[in-house]
């Protein structure tokens, strides 16, 4: 193929650019929609100057009270040595605690405190701003359909 075949790019508005073969692959259309988030709620949460993973990871450990700090990591995916750091960072912010099992004493149960829970409710509530409208797009029943599917496609990742 010659260079006067190849017609150059008509329209380089944000997202009606051809994905060619990557369109083909939904790892990168999901990136690519985090990566959007992601920028989206930084903007909200910047005032807090937070390290990433902050926010999942308290929102994790709120719904599972007394979850191991290994489970957190794999939940989040980060390595275990980056989640020690989080949890350390969530401490000293007073929004988590770390606390002796009460089942296996060599391990860690952590917990949200009071303080860590009103900050969630502020950051769920900036969170749902930024998603409100590109997900009102689709409607409750296929945000619905869109939540099952991809967690069926996370609970396949650790099979095997």
């Not at 073969?21 to 937070?50: C, H, M, P, W």
Request: aromatic share 6%.
């Amino acid at each position: 193929m010659d260079d006067a075949s190849i017609a150059p790019v008509q329209s380089q508005t944000e997202g009606d650019l051809e994905l060619g073969r990557l369109g083909d692959f939904v790892g990168f259309r999901l990136r690519r929609i985090q990566n959007q988030l992601s920028r989206e709620f930084a903007k909200v949460t910047d005032k807090y100057q937070l390290r990433q993973g902050l926010f999942s990871a308290l929102a994790i450990i709120s719904a599972n009270p007394g979850l191991s700090q290994i489970m957190l990591a794999r939940e989040v995916g980060l390595d275990k040595s980056l989640a020690v750091m989080v949890v350390d960072e969530l401490e000293a912010r007073g929004w988590a605690e770390r606390r002796r099992s009460p089942v296996d004493r060599r391990r860690h149960a952590l917990y949200t405190t009071e303080a860590g829970e009103a900050w969630l409710t502020e950051m769920f509530a900036a969170l749902e701003l930024v998603e409100h409208d590109v997900l009102d797009a689709l409607g409750e029943a296929d945000r619905i359909l869109l939540n099952g599917i991809l967690d069926r496609v996370y609970k396949t990742c650790f099979r095997g």
